[in-house]
């Protein structure tokens, strides 16, 4: 059998084309926020908005997209030990079983749109243009779903690369939508505000989505045709799934309520924290790239049982993404008020930006170790510790600092202060059971 190539090329040739196709979604969102921002009227509210119905929908999109990883997960342990022909109707059956999810949770929020936003502190002129982007955005749901689907499958064989050339159009198509939808085009289409961004975010999910399904056809032997009976491995991939649903529960409850925490202490505070939020996603997002490479190969090496190799992929990738933490730490010291110029031009509003930007940048190192090795933990299967971990950070470190730092009035510091506090639990628990459980397997 030949055994799974770590060298720091492969490792490259996974995690770059992984960098672009994980930004993708963020940019959206990041794009959507710098756009809206800067309207002449409704700027704070406009982005105050954004930054609502982002959390919400990063959540709906993080809880859901997680059958990604397991569908990576089962396929490159498939490919690992030999047995990748055996899979024949599971990636159909795993696509439609993800757009099915997709379908039932749109239609339980939707005609409930409003009053999950009023949850959320939202209110006025914010609460009726989250309403708005809100309600076109939605639709882009199952297309999300299904192109995080297709992404699963190009990544348990192997491949970030078409992943890539997706994202990548998907990102480039939105930013030109969103200047022309929001601002307009003199003589060709009227300025459509907040409406123009949700518009503008649809019509990029679209075309990835078809794109994806292109590529799915022409690159790969894959089918869409559904048949059964289910295949033994969509038993698997229900249970990773509900693991991992209840984990992003957790997950996005954290995010959430820092969201409405912040809501609550003002819109000039809710805009602030979006600009900080989006900066602290793409970056994320970007660190995650060498998680995906981490995620793949460590699957891989789980079916060929080669524990060594995979001790010493864990150690090359936190390396990697230690040095990709220091590097954005870098820029955001170097662009600390371009940053936020980029969102709003409001002055109150990036006063307060500035003076808190910093714990995002405090957090990076710890998302670097903890995303890294929460990748290798999904290409792994330890779903049920990864949702007991999640879970464990959330309410014995988020919520707990969360509201000790409310009641000491700590403002936008206390609320980043939790989600350091949060990631860095998840950081120190994955790598206490990575050092017991696979560690002492290189020696049997």
């Known amino acids: 059998m030949l055994h799974t190539d770590i060298s720091f090329k492969r490792i490259q040739q996974l995690a770059i084309p992984a960098i672009i196709s994980g930004i993708a979604e963020p940019v959206l969102s990041a794009t959507d926020a710098a756009v809206v921002g800067n309207i002449k009227d409704f700027g704070i509210e406009s982005l105050a908005a954004v930054g609502i119905v982002g959390s919400f929908l990063s959540a709906l999109i993080w809880i859901l997209g997680q059958t990604r990883s397991a569908i990576s997960a089962i396929v490159s342990q498939n490919l690992g030990a030999g047995k990748l022909k055996d ?30 936003f009023k949850l959320l502190n939202a209110e006025g002129m914010i609460l009726s243009f989250s309403i708005d982007y809100y309600n076109i955005r939605v639709w882009g749901f199952p297309l999300t779903l299904f192109t995080f689907a297709v992404f699963g499958l190009f990544r348990g064989l192997q491949n970030t690369f078409w992943p890539m050339i997706i994202a990548a159009i998907g990102a480039v198509l939105n930013i030109g939508l969103d200047f022309a939808l929001v601002y307009g085009i003199d003589g060709y289409i009227s300025p459509m505000g907040i409406k123009g961004a949700a518009w503008a975010s649809l019509f990029s999910q ?126 955001g010291l170097l662009l600390y008020e371009p940053l936020g110029l980029i969102f709003n031009k409001d002055e109150k509003v990036l006063s307060i930006f500035y003076s808190m930007f910093f714990m995002v940048l405090i957090c990076l190192p710890f998302n670097a170790m903890a995303f890294t090795l929460d990748s290798i933990f999904k290409g792994l299967g330890e779903m049920s510790y990864l949702r007991n971990v999640l879970l464990g950070a959330t309410i014995f470190g988020f919520i707990p600092v969360l509201y000790f730092s409310k009641y000491m009035h700590w403002g936008l510091i206390g609320i980043w202060a939790a989600l350091i506090v949060w990631v860095a639990y998840r950081a120190v628990a994955l790598m206490i059971k990575f050092r017991r459980k696979y560690i002492p397997l290189i020696e049997n």
């Open 206 to 331: 679209a075309v990835m989505a078809i794109i994806a399904f292109i590529f799915l056809m022409k690159k790969t032997e894959i089918s869409l045709k559904l048949k059964l009976p289910l295949h033994p491995e969509i038993k698997r991939l229900v249970n990773m799934s509900l693991n991992l649903f209840l984990r992003s529960v957790a997950l996005n409850t954290a995010l959430i309520l820092a969201t409405r925490e912040a809501a609550d202490l003002g819109k000039e505070y809710i805009a602030a924290h979006t600009i900080a939020f989006n900066i602290w996603i793409f970056t994320a997002f970007f660190i995650d790239g060498y998680g995906a490479a981490g995620n793949i190969l460590s699957g891989k090496l789980l079916g060929e049982r080669n524990y060594s190799s995979l001790w010493k992929l864990t150690k090359k990738v936190n390396l990697y993404n230690f040095g990709v933490a220091a590097m954005l730490v870098l820029v």
């Open 87 to 116: 899979l024949h109707n599971f990636p159909a059956q795993a696509i439609y079983f993800n757009i099915a999810l997709s379908i039932i949770v749109l239609f339980s929020t939707y005609f409930f749109v409003e009053e999950i």
